[in-house]
């Protein structure tokens, strides 16, 4: 499905300020309020983060090694991501987590609000192997700028800020020990 650059989407954890902003929203907040009290839970290491509107739920799995830039823009650079997941207690590797990632174009926009991207191009999920590790091959993240014209732009005006995002990709790790006996 494709998305106009400024429809806000729906779930129950986006809950949006204004139509058309999809940078600031109320699901900041709730997700703080959350966290304070996770923190408190022995097994919880991790900040949570919110997804946003461009998380997919239907990514498909992809070897390790493999490429996730299907549609590369000519002022791409390409990037090597690898990493290693282990338990927080025991470090043990955990084999078979899951490893989600999606990232933006280097104009910006991820594949859903791009019609120069083709479905499911800068993302993939990974299985961690026998070690925990998992690697894949992407862009270089760059920078990039939210719609600085509507109601977050104004915002960001008034705070003197400037519209750009770090340049960042997201990544999900999930693991369900019940599944695997490595523990």
């Known amino acids: 499905m494709r998305r106009d650059r400024s429809r806000v989407v729906s779930s129950p954890f986006f809950f949006p300020i204004s139509t058309g902003s999809t940078s600031l929203t109320c699901n900041s907040l709730v997700d703080e309020i959350t966290f304070k009290l996770a923190e408190e839970a022995k097994d919880a290491p991790t900040a949570t983060a919110i997804l946003g509107p461009f998380f997919r739920a239907d990514t498909p799995y992809r070897q390790n090694g493999d490429n996730i830039v299907v549609t590369k823009p000519k002022d791409g650079e390409m990037a090597y991501m690898h990493g290693r997941v282990v338990d927080f ?41 026998a070690d925990g590790r998992y690697y894949f091959h992407c862009l270089r993240p760059t920078p990039y700028p939210v719609p600085f014209d509507g109601p977050a732009g104004k915002m960001l005006q008034a705070m003197d800020r400037h519209p750009f995002r770090p340049a960042h990709i997201h990544i999900l790790v999930s693991f369900y020990p019940e599944k695997y006996d490595n523990m």
């Open 89 to 129: 207690d025991t470090k043990k590797p955990l084999v078979g987590a899951t490893v989600e990632v999606w990232q933006a174009s280097t104009n910006g926009l991820y594949e859903q609000q791009d019609p120069e991207q083709i479905e499911f191009n800068l993302r993939g999920k990974f299985k961690t192997d």
